[in-house]
């Protein structure tokens, strides 16, 4: 035999080899994933908002989805969610779909939150609601956990904003806050409370 042709019989070993080695850890992973089956808590699309319909922005009863979407027993414990301020674990629904269930002081206010954002169309009481507007962005009189967040807010944005949300009735708003294990006192106190802070987002210009 050549030394022309074992070098190539070398070289053919050697991409034979790579390529099966290549073939079988390709199907090791995709095995190890379909045996892990969907990632907890991750989503494989973002949409941050969509626009929502007058009538459906005041049903509150539901949350987002609707009440089609409403979590079904019994829930599957699937992990323990390690993030956050409040316990919570992550668990699966009668229909398979993956949910979080939270105690504690933020459960009730996260619940009717979630319900007031999705009215508005997306997915802490202050003293001074709108602190400060100057140089055509918002400051807001939050404070607490990631306080940046209500800081520089540009005047259009609010002003968008202020147009979904004031679409909503008081009505509604009591509705959705007594469907978050809000008491008859609470679910009127809040939705005055409400309804003010979003008269005075009409106010910013």
């Not at 979407?69 to 969610?81: D, H, I, L, N, S």
């Not at 301020?85 to 229909?95: G, K, M, Q, T, W």
Request: charged share 20%; glycine share 8%.
């Amino acid at each position: 035999m050549s030394w022309p042709l074992i070098f190539l019989v070398i070289v053919g070993g050697i991409v034979a080899i790579f390529w099966t080695l290549h073939l079988a850890w390709r199907l090791h992973g995709v095995w190890r994933i379909r045996r892990a089956g969907p990632r907890p808590q991750l989503a494989t699309r973002h949409r941050i908002w969509h626009d929502v319909h007058t009538e459906e922005a005041n049903d509150l009863r539901f949350g987002l989805g609707g009440e089609a979407y409403v979590p079904q027993p019994p829930f599957e414990f699937v992990e323990e969610v390690l993030t956050g301020s409040h316990p919570s674990v992550a668990v699966r629904d009668a229909r398979r779909r993956l949910q979080r269930m939270k105690w504690g002081a933020e459960a009730k206010p996260e619940a009717f939150c979630v319900r007031f954002a999705a009215a508005c169309g997306f997915e802490a009481q202050t003293p001074a609601f709108v602190a400060a507007v100057h140089d055509n962005v918002v400051d807001f009189g939050y404070q607490g956990q990631r306080s940046e967040i209500g800081r520089a807010i540009p005047v259009p944005h609010v002003q968008w904003f202020h147009r979904k949300a004031r679409r909503i009735t008081e009505a509604a708003l009591r509705t959705g806050l007594l469907a978050s294990g809000a008491t008859l006192e609470e679910a009127a106190q809040f939705a005055r409370a409400l309804m003010t802070r979003i008269g005075a987002l009409g106010r910013v210009r």
